[in-house]
């Protein structure tokens, strides 16, 4: 109900904030601990270690309950912002070839989180 609030809010008032917006359905979908179950130990240190240079997206702690969604939802955002908006002058700019290893790393933690995000928001037929 939240999620539909806020959203429809964020319509209603042509902000169309998609970063709040994505925030909400990691909250609502995304289970933390089944998350770190399915990435494996190696990974799970990379993000709380690493920012990602080329869309200067901060690190996840799996462990900060209260900052692991606002992190997470600000890492992907940023990211797939990086890679669509690669416009030259933009800082925050994705370059092929030179950041294609480190984008690499984050596809694992990308195709987990679609991959709850799509089963938990899935009704049975």
Known sequence: MTLLKKTRNCKENDQGNELESLK???KKFIDRDELQKRLSSEQIEYFLKNKISFSHAPTVSFKDTE???HHLAQRI???RNALVHSKEGNVERYKPYQDSQELSKEIPLI???AEQ???NSSTPL
């Open 24 to 26: 909400l359905v990691l």
């Open 67 to 69: 900052g692991f969604y």
């Open 77 to 79: 955002y940023r990211t």
């Open 111 to 113: 195709k987990l989180v």
């Open 117 to 119: 995000v799509i089963i």
